[in-house]
């Protein structure tokens, strides 16, 4: 088994940014040249998150609305109290979605349903350069 670690770097707006990486997880594929295994994503934050969805406006502000209905911005969090920070919200909502995500891939295309992609959600207040990790793991 051959395991190929890479990474994707890309910049957010913060504030429930969600990004579509699936044409850069795809292109980790092909130039890892592995035919069949998984992918596996990994954001190394805990104010961020991976998940699927269909990619358009619509499934996108029902997201961000969701949250906002979950998980407000405008409450009394101790994680605020502790670091003054303001994004007490953020880690919380980052932890209901995970940091990881596998896909499996047979024949260098990951095996995606036909409106679902892969997504990156930076609960952040801010604006940051962000970077998953991407392992590719097969034959």
């Known amino acids: 088994m ?13 504030n429930t940014d969600i990004i579509d990486i699936s ?3 795809a292109g980790c594929i092909q130039e890892s040249g592995i035919k069949d295994g998984i992918v596996t994503i990994f954001c190394p934050s805990s104010t961020s998150a991976l998940t699927t969805i269909e990619y358009e406006p619509g499934c996108q502000s ?10 407000t911005s405008n409450r009394d969090y101790a994680h605020n109290e502790t670091w003054g920070d303001g994004n007490g919200h953020s880690h919380l909502r980052a932890a209901l979605l995970k940091p ?3 896909v499996p891939f047979m024949d260098g295309r990951m095996t995606l349903g ?4 892969i997504i990156y959600v930076d609960f952040d207040t ?3 350069r962000r970077e998953v ?4 793991l097969g034959d």
């Not at 051959?2 to 913060?14: E, L, S």
């Not at 029902?62 to 998980?71: V, Y």
């Not at 036909?114 to 992609?117: D, I, L, N, S």
């Open 100 to 102: 990881s995500l596998t």
């Open 23 to 25: 044409k850069q997880v």
């Open 114 to 117: 036909t409106w679902q992609q």
């Open 2 to 14: 051959t395991v190929q670690p890479m990474y994707i770097q890309f910049n957010t707006k913060g």
């Open 133 to 136: 990790v991407v392992q590719v």
């Open 126 to 128: 801010r604006p940051r």
């Open 62 to 71: 029902d997201l961000r609305r969701l949250f906002d209905e979950l998980i």
